[in-house]
């Protein structure tokens, strides 16, 4: 609506309002017209609405389709003959509930972050004034039109044009990401394009008043605030899918559509072997239907969900002690694959907290932990209104910039207990008009008064030459050019009593009486580790963008030290990003690392756009004008010390220590749970093709399926237990945080790892496949069945150490990196053998000789032979080429990896 383009005055006119308030009687009409001063609450979906989306995934589909088929299949077996076996039915059903449940316990960050958002400003009583008489009301009921009347402490709980204001500051960095407070003026009319942190008329709901006092009309109020369209943002449905979920789904549906085409050939091929044996009956087509189920079943990575979550939950157990707290499991692997993180700078790269950087005087600048004037730390505590309250979350309580002054004093062993010593005569608060703050202290011959305040207007009251005030605005403006704060100090003593210095204070500023002490740079410090950790995301082909609140020449500043950017061009504003479209936006991003003065809504815009153009975005931030992006990038990141609750609860990883190194390592983290998946795909498939060469080609040679069902189960077992779930279990190796981002489009299966697996399946299938023909294992013929089943076996097992290594490397290089999984081997071996020799009825086999079960473990073993000298041959052929491992570069002028 512009208000702040208008004159207050014509404010209360549009709005029908006084500066009395409303009388009583408009309160009401308001009240039905307006509605409450509250956010709309999402209607949220039923339990069974939750479940029947989460059993949308076409994994899980084709598990309940199977789960139907088979159970009906055994009941009319069951009903029929009395032989129904309704293991595998069980099986499958427990694989649908676990998948379900671990979808809906994921669920529900929205909901959280959206009632975090509302209760902001629940229970809050407001000051205000109506038909000229002022009151306390719930903040609920508050109307637009409603003149509120604000001062230091209070929270603000709705939107509003300032009619009056006095000294007044507020704290806005949670909506605008300004680490200073904002000082207000009533009286201004802006430009209409003003952007929200330059609206200094203005006062918006969520902030909070830290100095001065002021009156408000009501402009906006519930979801038409600020903050109502942010709560609007998080309760909106993200229908989009992990990058890895979508992986996955893709990779599901080929699995399923090659088993079912395996499993329909071998129905066709074993039910013409049934007509022509004379043999079709209704058990025979029954059995024969159920088996063929059951090996789609065996094909379909009904586990792959399951082992996916507790590998995720493994490594978010492993993240929590690196102070990476991960909420939603899925975030653990995403954030491996992100490409572009886009951080904010208030309390995210910077502390959030203004600190002084350098103390300086006419002739020496140090550090602030170094020795300097006296008069200067006196001019800290004196002339200054925050206090000492020594919490457990803060030392002092004020204005920031006053209480990064006391600190500076507390370190050298000085508190607020010297204004004991002083009786303040007079003080005079800082004011945008006057652009400084006058403080008078009796002493024993008179007073002295320091001022503190802009350079400029500070020098002009000094006794200095003109040269010398230029010379001192010269080196004052070399800390400006660095986006620091400069303030000036000076002091007078002068001889006049507390009575004609409390009568007549002017006089102070109508000459040059006072003498210069010196100036303090501040500044929102970098926090210490992030140089480093953006360093290592360029080494990891991963760009980093700031997207602030802050304005231009900050925000460069701070890219600057921070090698985020090193031209002009590279920086933009938001007001710069809301007028392009989303094509011009994609394009321009190549160029842009740093926006300044965004809003909720560009740094959501440029999210968007980033991820149309295939990056995987991360976004850290820890204001609520970070929770909207934070939801919606493809990981949220927030702080966990200074976040707020609403971009806490919006995020998928929380920063315990507020600290950007932890992106690092939550990145190299989630590359290794993506190449530890990887490696879990591979051992699986392989085994799934195996398994389907083998029981296919028996078919169509007319010979019985090799497996029963409750063998096919404790392959399963093997595919999806244990075994399979050490290979997530893997140690990240040191170069991965040296290697190129996944990109969103790239398969799990790559064509090098498609050719590597289906030759390793073919060979163990035709190995598999001779011994059931030929018996070249020389097995007894009450062996046969167990050696087959156990040659199967223990390809597994040795297969699986295959799979620890993805590339070119032998296994054998880092064999013993993984000492769980070699346990787990022979832990799984044993199992095998007491079936086979112990408990072998139900598995429809009978005991081994032991000189079967060594020539099972060395035929098994071929397939590490198989796979080394394959790896050997690839290492030749492409050193003969003189093929080079590509490196990751980053072009510093368009930050793509």
């Known amino acids: ?49 939750r479940v029947f989306s989460a059993l949308k995934d076409p ?73 000229g008489k002022v009151q306390f009301v719930p903040q609920k009921e508050l109307v637009v039109g409603d003149i509120v ?37 009533a009286d201004r009319v802006l430009a209409a394009g003003a952007h929200l942190a330059e609206r200094v008329n203005c006062v918006y709901s969520g902030t909070f008043v830290s100095n001065g006092r002021g009156a408000m009309v009501v402009a906006s109020i519930g979801a038409d605030t600020e903050m109502g369209k942010i709560a609007g943002e998080l309760s909106t449905e993200i229908p989009e899918d992990s990058p890895l979920y979508r992986k996955l789904s893709k990779l599901g549906k080929s699995i399923t559509a090659v088993g079912a085409a395996c499993a329909l050939a071998v129905f066709m091929m074993s039910f013409m072997r049934l007509i022509f044996a004379g043999a079709l009956s209704f058990d025979t087509v029954s059995d024969l239907f159920i088996s063929c189920i059951v090996l789609i079943i065996a094909a379909v990575p009904e586990g792959l969900p399951t ?31 992100v490409s572009v993180i886009c951080s904010d700078k208030t309390g995210t790269l910077t502390m959030n907290k203004m600190a002084v950087v350098a103390v300086c005087g006419s002739d020496f600048c140090v550090k602030p932990e170094k020795d300097f004037k006296r008069v200067l730390v006196e001019n800290f505590i004196l002339n200054s209104t925050a206090e000492e309250v020594m919490d457990k979350n803060e030392r002092f309580r004020g204005s920031g910039t006053e209480c990064a002054l006391l600190e500076v004093a507390y370190r050298r062993g000085e508190t607020v207990k010297l204004r004991e010593r002083f009786k303040v005569i007079k003080r005079e608060p800082f004011s945008s008009e006057k652009k400084y703050m006058i403080t008078a202290v009796e002493t024993p011959t008179g007073a002295r008064v320091y001022i503190k305040g802009a350079p400029e207007r500070v020098l002009s009251l000094c006794a200095a030459t003109r040269e010398q005030k230029a010379g001192l605005l010269s080196a004052i403006s070399l800390h400006q050019s660095k986006a620091r704060r400069a303030l000036c ?68 500043a701070v890219a600057r030290e921070l090698k985020i950017a090193d031209d002009d061009r590279q920086a933009v504003l938001g007001s710069d990003v809301e007028k392009m479209d989303e094509e011009s936006l994609i394009k321009a991003l190549n160029r842009i690392t740093v926006v300044a003065r965004s809003t909720p809504l560009v740094k959501l815009k440029i999210v968007k ?183 199967f076996i223990s390809f597994q097992l040795f297969n699986a150490f295959n799979c620890r290594e993805l590339g070119e490397n032998s296994i054998f290089k880092n064999f013993g ?28 086999v009978a005991p081994m000789c032991a000189a079967l079960w060594i020539k099972c473990l060395i035929t098994a073993s071929s397939i590490v032979a198989f796979s080394e000298l394959g790896k050997l041959a690839y290492r030749l052929n492409k050193s003969r080429s003189g093929e080079k491992t590509l490196s990751v570069k980053v072009n510093k002028n368009q930050c793509k990896a």
């Open 817 to 844: 990196r993984n000492k769980i999984m070699v346990a787990t081997f022979f832990g799984v071996f044993l199992v095998h053998l007491l079936i086979v020799q112990v408990a072998y009825k139900p598995f429809g």
């Open 149 to 185: 009347l604000i001062e230091s402490g209070d929270k603000i709980t709705a939107d509003g044009r300032l009619i009056e204001s006095e000294y007044l500051k507020v704290d806005e960095s949670a909506l605008t990401g300004e680490s200073r407070a904002a000082e207000k003026d």
């Open 609 to 791: 756009a980033l991820k149309k153009s295939g990056e995987v975005v991360a976004l850290t931030g820890d204001g609520i004008n970070d929770a909207p992006a934070i939801r919606h990038a493809d990981v949220g990141i927030a702080m966990g010390k200074s976040g707020s609750e609403i971009t806490k609860e919006a995020a998928d990883v929380v920063l315990l220590d507020d600290g950007f190194m932890g992106v690092v390592k939550a990145v190299a983290f989630g590359r290794n749970v993506y190449k530890n998946l990887q490696r879990f795909i591979l051992f699986q498939l392989s085994v799934n093709i195996a398994a389907l060469a083998f029981i296919t080609a028996a078919a169509a040679f007319g010979l019985p399926s090799p497996f029963n069902t409750l063998q096919l189960l404790w392959i399963n077992v093997i595919m999806d237990g244990p075994p399979a779930l050490t290979l997530g279990l893997e140690p990240p190796n040191k170069n991965l945080m040296k290697l190129k981002p996944v990109k969103r489009d790239s398969p799990l299966v790559d064509k090098k790892t498609f050719t590597r697996l289906f030759a390793s399946g073919l060979y163990m299938g035709a190995i598999m496949l001779f011994q059931y023909l030929y018996n070249f294992l020389g097995a007894a013929p009450a062996e046969k069945s167990a050696a087959t089943f156990t040659l």
């Open 489 to 556: 100090f000076a002091h007078f003593d002068c001889d006049k009593s507390a009575a004609a210095i409390n009568t007549d204070f002017s006089f102070l500023t109508d000459g040059q009486f006072f003498t210069y002490d010196g100036f303090c740079a501040l500044a929102d410090p970098v926090r210490p580790e992030v140089l480093e950790a953006v360093k290592d995301c360029k080494s990891a082909g991963i760009c980093v963008k700031m997207l602030t609140g802050d304005n231009l020449e900050t925000a460069l």
């Open 59 to 131: 994994m899980l589909t084709i598990l309940v389709v199977g789960f139907f088929i088979t159970l009906f299949a055994n009941i009319g077996k069951e009903l029929k003959t009395g032989g129904g076996d309704f293991t595998e039915c069980i099986g499958i059903f427990a694989a649908v509930v676990l998948s379900v449940s671990i979808t809906l316990i994921m669920e529900g960050s929205s909901e959280k972050a959206f009632e975090a958002l509302k209760g902001i400003s629940d229970g809050v009583a407001v000051k205000v004034k109506r038909g």
């Open 1 to 49: 609506m512009n208000y702040h383009a208008k004159s207050a005055e014509r404010v209360l006119t549009e709005l029908g309002s006084t500066k009395n308030g409303l009388s009583d009687a408009e309160i009401k009409v308001r009240q039905a017209k307006f509605g409450k001063n509250e956010l709309n609450k999402k209607v949220r979906k039923s339990f069974f609405a």
């Open 307 to 337: 082992i996916v979550a507790v590998s995720l939950a493994l490594n978010m157990i492993r993240l929590a002690g690196e102070k990476a707290l991960i909420k939603k499991m899925i975030a653990t692997e995403t954030t491996g694959a």
